[in-house]
């Protein structure tokens, strides 16, 4: 499994400094969650790992491997679904592996049988509910030849029931397939209910200022929302977020 390091980077648009002396690390087969306000740059810190931008400063590394500014290293799984309207759920979820030259049909299709979307193989996207796409989107990611996974707000459109379901069936396939995943969200009870790690971004320019490793055991149940553990973490993170701490 490949193991992320993110080293001293930095990186500024038109004079402003979007991104700080960015350090750090995911280990293989760990689950992330940055955090930070709206405008922060963890966008850019993902285009930034992906190779769509270059820092001034720093590098980015996956394995040992320098690949700041290469693209292909990484499979990312942005806020919409992005499926294309004309394939269908698994013509859609081949797409990473087409690319590669290289398909497994039969593990599509038990994946797509234990994400719940069995009887779909053959339809299109738009027979699909919100939350079945983005299913079948997060299936496409894990069947990608790349096994970092970077996750970027994927559940943001979706309302909170489905979005509750979503991150249950998430942790659940994450626990079976363990890719690594670096996520981004907005949401201070998703991150605490994924993840193994959170990582609190300032402002711009954004830097990391608290890292939290979490103590839940796996699996999660909804249970957990309700626990005064979990609100006093909540609280925690949410000062930080909103005051640095104070």
């Known amino acids: 499994m490949s193991h992320l390091e993110i080293r001293n ?6 004079g402003k400094e979007v991104l700080k002396d960015i ?3 995911v280990e293989g087969g760990e689950f992330v969650t940055i955090l930070g306000p709206s405008g922060s740059g963890k966008s850019t810190l993902f285009h930034t790992i992906g190779g769509l931008l270059t820092p001034d400063e720093g590098g980015v590394f996956l394995s040992d491997q320098e690949i700041t500014g290469e693209r292909g290293h990484i499979s990312y799984m942005p806020q ?3 499926l294309f309207p004309w394939r269908t759920i698994l013509q859609n979820v081949l797409l990473g592996q087409e690319l590669t030259g290289k398909t497994d049909k039969a593990r599509a299709l038990e ?21 079945m796409k983005q299913r079948a989107a997060f299936i496409r990611a894990l069947l990608s030849p790349q096994s970092l996974i970077l996750l970027d707000e994927p559940f943001s459109a979706l309302d909170d029931f489905t979005r509750q379901d979503m991150q249950q069936w ?3 396939i994450w626990m079976e397939y363990k890719k690594t995943i670096l996520f981004v969200t907005h949401n201070i009870e998703e991150a605490l209910f994924l993840s193994d790690r959170i990582v609190v971004l300032s402002t711009k320019p954004a830097t990391v200022v608290k890292e939290y490793k979490l103590p839940f055991g796996r699996p999660r149940k909804k249970e957990l929302f309700f626990s005064r553990e979990f609100f006093d973490w909540k609280q925690e993170i949410s000062r930080w977020i909103v005051n640095g701490g104070d």
Not at 9 to 14: E, G, Q
Not at 117 to 122: F, I, R, S
């Open 111 to 131: 994946m797509i049988e234990k994400a719940g979307l069995a009887g779909y193989e053959n339809e299109l996207p738009d027979a699909l509910s919100g939350g």
């Open 9 to 14: 980077l930095s990186i500024s648009f038109a």
């Open 80 to 82: 919409q679904h992005s």
């Open 23 to 25: 350090r750090l690390t």
């Open 170 to 172: 998430l942790q659940s």
